[in-house]
């Protein structure tokens, strides 16, 4: 297949890693991986804060991008990245676009996916060849369970990485807190959610606290980082690209 | 030729400002701040809502068909949204009928005079209560109060908020930021002639309240109430409750008198094999409440041979105008949505300055009182006391769409601001995204967080609006090299090309196999 991959305005200038091994493990898969270079961000952090005519380019941009039928799917490692697509592009098209840009929307938004369900659904692939020693535990993002209903699907992922210790994470399917713009403007009660969360990544004893957006995670190991708890965070397709020949080196989490 | 002017039509009103509780005095986040510094609150509230949590999923997950009972929920709701004027009137007429008497009240004010006049007329100077949320949200008991009237909450959770002289935090579970200690000091201080030595444990302190109240029950002669739903097609009101002081209320005295939002209507009485489903199950987590009060009109040598309904508006009609927003009225005061929402059990239902707190009083008392209506608006920090996590949606049983309406709200809050600086840094950020090329520098200049890093590259304070986020949270140095410049790099392109023939080689490897 051809993927356009979409880095994500956060993945491509603070996450590269969990980019670079998106497009990895994509390309070990035997696909052909693009990267449209206009691409820059879906607009997710202006709808979710309330601005809805700022990011109309940025709508119309993403959709010029990959709208390309040479382009079969458009893959990005971030859930809310791809629930930004599927359920609001169309809302911003709707209210502020014209009849060309509704349709450009409609065209790419059938073929957008997050990394996990791409690889169950699309490639029907589970056992991705990963090899990963380490104790991991799994925290499903709000978007990527609630909005794109991923369900099990990354779960089903880790439990067929060769050597993984996959730990369940107690009251997993809670909000991290970080909620975009929200950890901004009600940083308080963002940091009351982000205690709880990390006191149950704590019980797990876990190396690797894991999830598929890099957003979540910069929230939760920023709150680990500063606690210095010694679990660290890696995005879901850092852990499907370690392979047993390049294993994915853990650097030294902050004690 | 003269011609006649007929008028744009006016956007219907919003509960008048400076009336009811539907405002709080401060916005969310500064009075989350210190509910949030309430260890015992956050006890209470986390205890609370993971015990119902659990309760709801039980015997939600039951049923078979709990998925199809809400899409019935949330059809009939919209149904009844859609033709509510005709549906209103046909509920007076009903009830008409029956021998009851129908009043239109267009906001709190209006609906507060009218309660207090009917009490009057009987020449009772005190009412026994039904726990309502209608009655909450107009401050019909400060109104009372303040014409000498008193009122006696009768459902215990009610009361205890009452004695305190505090404000419900619950829709359902008024009392929720309360524990039993602080509960025996509030009877021990507020209820006349009880027991000194009354202990804390919950059996004592619910038969302290019953004496008080059985005594209320038996002696007066108004009761005011809400209603749960009121049918259209007969005329019935209904209030579903768990103690049974409802139905004390609702047959002892000789006068009744409902206030009833306007949204709370529903068009058949089979309407309510599904509503009397979905309601318990979702709010108290039971299968069936106890206690399931129906009434039509006056029953001649039965139960309370006056009866008045009260049809509130309040911002209703304001909210039904709003294509999107109007949804928010299918509520049915379940709390489901406060019981899962993580916002919620962190900061407590003060923090939202409503009678509706939570997710749902985060849609709804927006649309109700408006967010404008003073500089600073408290209620327009509502919308955005939200992760948008998701949790409340997959809670309704009507289905209400909670984060997509609060997404709305906050756009109609942006659109309504005029220039703001954030205005002006959205614009800008999104003038930056719309072109890769300076999308491209300005990840360039980004690089220059790595000068304010530490040298474990983690950057650990930043300057407001930020410094609530870094106070708790480090984050990391932007990377020396962007995704983009490491694929169009040498290193980039050996390491797609090395992955590539991986696969090439897997393939050769199984086809020889």
Known sequence: MRIGLFATCLGDTLFPEAVKSTAVLLARLGHDVVFPPGQTCCGQMHVNTGYQREPVPLVRNFAEQFGDASIDAVVMPSGSCAGSVRHQHEIIAERYGDAALRSGVATVKAKTYELSEFLVDVLDATDVGAYFPHRVTYHPTCHSLRMLRVGEKPLRLLRAVDSIDLVELPEADACCGFGGTFAVKNADTSTAMLQDKMRNVATTGAAVCTA??????????????????????????????????????LTEAAR | MSSTFLGMPATPPRSPYGTGNLRGDRKFPAAAHDDLGNEQLRRNLGKATHTIRAKRLHVTGELPDWEELRDAGSAIK???????????????????????????????????????RLIKETGSKEVIKVKSMATQEIGLNEHLESIGITPYETDLAELIVQLAHDKPSHILVPAIHRNRDEIREIFLKEIPGVDPSLDNVPAHLAAAARAYLREKFMTTKV???????????????????????????????????TVMGIEKVLPRYQDLEVFLQLLPRSSTGERMNPYTSMWTGVTPGDGPQTFHLVLLDNGRTAALADRIGREALNCIRCSACLNVCPVYERAGGHAYGSTYPGPIGAVLTPQLAGMHAAKDDPNSSLPFASSLCGACFDACPVKIDIPSLLVELRHQHTEQSGTTAEKLAMKAA??????????????????????????????????PPFNGWSDSRDTPAPPKETFRSWLASAEGAATMRAAADDYAQNRQQEEEK
């Open chain 2, 430 to 463: 999104a003038g930056v995204m719309k072109s890769p090329k300076l999308f491209t520098a300005a990840q360039k200049a980004s690089g220059l967080g790595r000068v304010i890093a530490g040298r474990d590259g983690k950057i650990s304070r930043l300057p």
């Open chain 2, 78 to 116: 919209t149904d009844t949204m859609n033709r509510l004027p005709e549906l209103l009137e046909e509920l007076e007429r009903k009830v008409t009928e029956r021998g009851g008497t129908v009043h239109w009240a267009r906001d709190g004010g209006e609906a507060n005079e009218i309660v207090a």
């Open chain 2, 223 to 257: 009761a005011v109430s809400g209603a749960n739903f009121g049918i259209a097609e007969t005329g019935t009101l209904s209030v579903v409750e768990s103690e049974g002081n409802g139905r004390m209320c609702l047959t002892l005295p000789d006068t009744l008198i």
């Open chain 1, 212 to 249: 598929g957006d890099s957003s979540c995670l910069m929230h939760i190991g920023g709150g680990l980082s500063r606690i210095k708890s010694g679990t660290r965070t890696l995005h879901l397709a850092q852990i499907l690209s370690s392979t047993r020949t390049a294993p994915h080196v």
